[in-house]
């Protein structure tokens, strides 16, 4: 599951709602820079995101955390609105030889603005991309 999440070229294969997704470089062995862009549900615009993202592998049990960055070659698109990423990730824990649990957390300031029934109501299960695996 941990390199389902952390291989940005798979990821396009499996996430339907990805627009493009690329490394913009690499800080350490741990850490890089990376652009996202994701098609949002109607009526809404859809969003990007610059990050600095950091993975840790622990034995069986991996991290992957991520936060807004600016980066002067990658200013906001005017056809897409730039979201903030306050504090996102994954903790991915080894319960056995092929199982898992997961843990997603995300602190997000989506910007923009949206109709009040979208943010009065709960996003639609098609909004969420799905993980293989996991049903």
Not at 16 to 34: P, Q
Not at 39 to 67: A, E, F, H, Q
């Amino acid at each position: 599951l941990y390199d389902v999440l952390h291989d940005i070229e798979y990821r396009k294969k499996w996430d339907t709602n990805v627009i493009e997704t690329f490394d913009i470089g690499r800080l350490t062995a741990n850490s890089d820079v990376g652009y996202y862009a994701w098609r949002c549900p109607k009526p809404l615009k859809n969003r990007d995101v610059v990050t600095l993202r950091s993975w840790l592998p622990m034995g069986s049990d991996y991290i992957i955390m991520n936060y807004s960055v600016k980066h002067p070659k990658y200013p906001p698109r005017k056809d897409m609105v730039r979201a903030v990423s306050i504090q996102t990730g994954y903790l991915i824990e080894g319960t056995g030889a092929k199982s898992c649990t997961i843990t997603y957390l995300a602190q997000v300031d989506p910007k923009g603005k949206s109709p009040s029934s979208v943010s009065q109501g709960s996003a639609p299960p098609e909004s969420c991309p799905r993980v293989p695996g996991g049903d």
